[in-house]
């Protein structure tokens, strides 16, 4: 192989070919899988179609289950895949309930609107997934020590310098409560109301004292943020050593 590509090289005086060939190698296995899929629901359609007509006669559901189709592509597909199945599952629709449907080009258009309305919640998906990707890739990079917690306090994740500080392991605290391992000046009753008023009011909380459990006279500086994240709404709790007096 290594022989017939110096031999190619030779007579055109450059690897162009072989670079052509591998973009269109990738090409077709990004563009590929996503056209199969298109053709799979477009013959979901017809089939499912004609399977209601054989049962109800001139009953014809084309447009609703190339509505449901491109439904599921914000589940399953990107907006750019519903831009191109919009005007395939509208054209197949029409052809299909043309000669049946008393109203085909409203119905064809019922269509255009589903698909706009599905390229526009999946729009809305990918910058919500955007922004999480960004908030963990913060986390990772976040050199103070954080915990975060869902909006009932139980610890989620947490940074290895949050464990040290608080004189545990990350695989101990991951999923206990945040209010077993710390309290507020000397109350865990009052920890667990200005936690949940933040998770409430989706108001930050900045310097509160905290004391650890195990070691009651070691405080930490503590600061509360609601965030949203992929396991849904949450607390940050932003920590660091308290100076000494």
């Known amino acids: 192989m290594k022989n017939f590509k110096q031999l190619i090289k030779g007579l055109y005086g450059s690897d162009l070919p072989f670079r052509g060939y591998a973009s269109l190698s990738a090409a077709l296995s990004n563009y590929l899988p996503k056209a199969l899929v298109l053709i799979l629901m477009a013959g979901l359609i017809y089939g499912l179609d004609r399977a209601v007509t054989y049962f109800y006669s001139e009953q014809t559901l084309a447009p ?13 597909g990107s907006p750019r895949l ?57 986390l990772a990079k976040l050199q103070a020590p954080w915990i975060l917690c869902d ?7 947490m940074s290895t310098p949050a464990a040290q500080l608080a004189q545990a392991n990350v695989k101990e605290l991951e999923g206990a409560s945040f209010f077993a391992k710390f309290s507020a000046g000397g109350s865990r009753g009052e920890l667990i109301q200005k936690f949940l008023k933040t998770a409430d009011s989706r108001a930050p909380v900045e310097k ?5 459990a195990t070691t009651p006279a070691r405080t930490l500086d503590a600061s509360f943020i609601p965030i949203q994240t992929r396991e849904g709404p949450g607390i940050l709790v932003i920590l660091s050593p308290t100076p000494p007096a």
Not at 108 to 132: C, M, P
Not at 151 to 157: E, P, V
Not at 208 to 212: M, P, R
Request: aromatic residues 10%; proline residues 2%.
């Open 208 to 212: 509160l004292s905290l004391a650890v």
């Open 151 to 157: 909006r009932s306090g139980n610890i989620r994740r």
């Open 82 to 138: 519903i831009l191109v199945a919009i005007p395939l599952f509208a054209a197949e629709s029409y052809w299909i309930i043309k000669d049946s449907s008393m109203y085909p080009h409203i119905r064809t258009i019922s269509v255009v609107l589903g698909g706009l309305l599905a390229f526009w919640a999946s729009l809305q998906k990918k910058y919500l997934e955007t922004r999480l990707s960004e908030l963990d890739l913060i």
């Open 64 to 76: 609703v289950f190339a509505i449901l189709c491109l439904a599921g592509l914000v589940f399953a």
